[in-house]
């Protein structure tokens, strides 16, 4: 009697794990339709004609290649095109039709292996019964799926976040000393990709394999975790960092850090690329150019010395971080961002009468409702996650410190809604959940996890 009931529950997990996988195919069906349905197969993004320079250049001159948009900006994104278009032999320019498909294709593929993973992952949790809201709304977002078909480094890093942070919850629910090194190696490997096409993200990934070493017991796992998670995720980033000494002499892994924090610090700063600041370093005795990092330490120093211009900056990037993608509070450089072409206010914006409505004070006030209530969901789906305990806690602290991350980096250089689209599946899962929490307090329609979690191997 008790394996008959065993044996319809593990039946019942089965249809419910292939459907889940439907969702997360169908919906990668629709997005290839989009691919072959739209001009040269995908669009381009922000600094996508710097990258596709870039990725031209190496192909031309190879991995040394001396073109200075490959110092300045992170050369990783041109070296992932640059791969492709040697895989697939697209030719130099992405601006075809074939290149730049097969770069949509292969960022759109990464897109759905990551959630499909992490939603089996959640699945096997306490966390159950959010697994088919989350498919659809990881694969169905806008902003957010739509970014796989961009020609830009967006969601190269959101897939990685998802599948480390899912490797994680695999690990902890099925840990054994086989397993460690193969995930430690496979998250370092991850975050190394991540790392290189933008560098800031280095210091996320290091901080999931902190927290996840930090939940481990035995001090041996978590100084291997440190050790060789680290190690792996220094492979690439050090890689590019012997291509620019080779190629330009300088030791870096992009100068673009000193420009970005420049351009969010000053007097006459704004916090944002609209209204950027300038920020001067004194000259150097000898006359030379000053260096990227002499600009981070200038901008620091003036950071330093002007503390309530400083606070007001930090301010005005957070909320430019969390802007909308469009309306009166909107902040950034995702002008290229796909949902634009059809979003209802940027199209109703385009009217004198609709223009006057969105930027009056109708727009701003749903623009702070929008704003403040996506944060207010973030905080509840946080708060309920911390509830829970056990692993489910571990997971929302692995899934809010990224984005918080995010937003701190964002504060430290210059504010634009752009940068939170790589942490955009884990705030948005996080939103999810506070959606939930908040239906559940209003209208007591609980939506209970029915798993639990699975023993961890000893």
Sequence with gaps: MVNAKKRNVDRRQQTRRRNLFYISLAILVLKLVIILSIKFGGWMGSDAEGYVAGAASMLKHGFFAKDRVLSFLPAGYPMVIWVLALLTRTGSSITNASSLAVLSIFQTLFYFVACTYFIDKLRSTRLNSYAVPAALLLGLNPTLSLSSMVAGYESIVASCMLLSIALIIDFRQNSNERSLWKTAVLIGLLQSLSGITQPRELLIGFALLLI???????????????????????????????????????????????????????????GGYEGRGFITCPPKPDGGTVSDNELVVCVLKWYAHNPGPTLHLMVNKARFFWSPWSGPLANGTAARNPWLKIDPVQNLASTPGGRTLVLGWFGKTISWIWMLGGLLLLYLGVRRLWILGGLEREVSILLSTPVLLGMLISMGTIGDHRYRIPTMGMSLFLQLVGFYALKERFFGQATKPVLKPKARAR
């Design 212 to 270: 996840w070493a930090i939940y481990e017991n035995s001090r041996k796992s978590t100084a291997f975790i440190l050790i060789v998670g680290s190690c792996a995720m220094l492979t690439l980033p050090l890689a590019l960092v012997a291509r620019n000494i080779e190629a330009t002499g300088t030791a870096v892994l992009s100068a673009q850090l000193g420009a970005t924090m420049g351009g969010g610090a000053g007097d006459k700063a704004s």
